[in-house]
Every structure is written in C-alpha cells, then in structure tokens.
C-alpha cells in the first residue's frame, strides 16, 4: 500500500462496493449499501436524503471513524482501512477535517485556541500552529474575531471557527456534517458561499445537508436513500 501523504495537494476520494452495517442483538442494520462513488479535488458535492439515510455514517467512513464492514476507501493513493492507528491520526492531521452541525468549540477557548489546539496536541509548534490558525481563519473571513470567545460571536461566525479549524495545517479535504442545521437562511447562504470558494480554490468539500439552498452552490448533489446512492441531479449549479 502507499500512503504518499504528498499527494495533498490533489485530494480525491474513491469508494468502492462500500457497505456499512451495525449489529445489535434484534437487528442488523445495513447504513451504508454498496456504494460507490469519486469525488474530485475542487469540487463541492452535496449529500442530501431523510433522516436516517446513512448520510453521517458514509462520511464517518471516509474521516476512518467508522470501520467499513466490506469494500474500500481510497483517498488519493491512500486505503484508509488500512491505515494503523498512527497512519489514520497523521491522515485526519494533514488531509482531512470535519465539520460538525453543533460546531464543537471549546467556550473556555478564543477562536484561534479553538482552531490552533488540535494542531498543536498534534506535534505542531506553537508558532507554526498559531500561523496556520490565523491563515485559517482569514481564509474563512473572520480573521478580525480571533481572540474572541466562542459565546462573544454569531452563531454564523461560531460555524465559520469550526471551518477554521476543519481545514487549519493545510488539509485540502473537508466533510461537513449538518453545518448549517442550526443556522438561518442568511448564515447558511454563507457557509454554502464558503464551501463554493474553498472548491474553487482547490479544496474538496463533501457536505451532507437537508437544506435545498445548497444546490445553487454545489456542482453535484448526491442523494441517498435506505443506504444506496440516488439519483437526484448531476450539475446543480447552473
Ligand atoms: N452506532 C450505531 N449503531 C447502530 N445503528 C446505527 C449507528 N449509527 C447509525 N445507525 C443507524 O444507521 C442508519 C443511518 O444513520 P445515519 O446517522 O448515518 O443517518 P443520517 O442520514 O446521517 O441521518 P440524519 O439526517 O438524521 O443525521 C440509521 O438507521 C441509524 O439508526
């Protein structure tokens, strides 16, 4: 296997016949069914699909929080199941960052705490992490807010942090997960807005949401149903 972690620089994910299923003593339940799929660098791809779809399960596959139960994840020349424990933290460190629907910051932290701190529990200096922090958050607009405390900005700005600190260090692949659940229409718009530039200078985005405002912003919108990719339309944005 290779893991040529230079590669970053041209960030895409290849799933294969990828099928996700957890067992509990009545049941088993098939998240993920089969799918398989490419997404390209500099390109923003939607996941939409009800409740309980296997949306947050697909992208917890390819961050290798989840294990799949059979087929393969390749993220560049990368096989993340068959990444080591140090290999998947190095992965998560340098390609790849989440964003979630609640922000997870740490109230006690400012902004740039927030984006710098994983950076630093990773091995990063503190000068390099408190650089790559603020690139961070002027790429994302809110350069100005970075010694303010999560509860001092908006919850549009709190999303914004969370994004800092997704693509903070130079990773160059993004998966959100319900970013804008808690946002209105405005703050969403912008999120979306956000994630169209970061595609267009080179990141890839892969967002699962169920709000429809993010087809005027992505190239692709991917549906799933019951596990299984759908159809729901190539080319979303005109
Ligand atoms: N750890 C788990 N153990 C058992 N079943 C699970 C687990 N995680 C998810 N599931 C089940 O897998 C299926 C897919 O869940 P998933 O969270 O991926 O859906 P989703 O599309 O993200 O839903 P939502 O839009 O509500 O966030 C659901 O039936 C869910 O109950």
């Known amino acids: 296997m ?32 089969d799918v398989t799929l490419e997404i390209s660098a500099g390109t923003f791809t939607c996941l939409m699909g009800p409740s309980g779809c296997g949306k947050s399960t697909l992208l917890h596959l390819i961050s290798g929080v989840e294990t799949p139960t059979s087929g393969e994840i390749w993220v ?21 960052g989440i964003v979630f629907q609640d922000h997870r910051l740490i109230p006690e932290f400012t902004l740039l705490e927030n ?25 994302v607009g809110i350069a100005e807010l970075a010694n303010r405390y999560p509860d001092e900005v908006s919850g549009g700005q709190k999303q914004r942090a969370g994004i800092a600190r997704g693509i903070a260090g130079n990773k160059r692949i993004l998966l959100a997960d319900e970013a804008t659940g808690a946002l209105d229409r405005k703050n969403s718009f912008s999120i979306f807005g956000l994630f169209r530039e970061l595609a267009d200078a080179g990141f890839m985005v892969l967002a699962a949401t169920h709000d429809q405002g993010v087809s005027e912003f992505a190239d692709e919108i991917i549906g799933m149903e019951d596990g299984h990719l759908v159809a729901v339309g190539a080319e979303a944005r005109s």
């Not at 990368?78 to 340098?94: G, H, I, T, W, Y």
């Open 76 to 96: 560049n020349e990368s096989n993340v199941s068959e990444l080591s424990q140090a290999e998947l933290s190095n992965f998560r460190l340098r390609q790849l």
């Open 2 to 33: 290779k893991s040529n972690f230079a590669l970053v620089d041209v960030p895409a994910i290849r799933l294969r016949n990828l099928t996700k299923e957890f067992y509990s003593k009545s049941e088993t339940v098939t998240a993920v069914d």
């Open 115 to 139: 984006v710098t701190l994983p950076l630093e529990i990773a091995g990063i200096s503190a000068v390099e992490a408190r650089t790559a922090g603020e690139g961070a958050l002027e790429r």
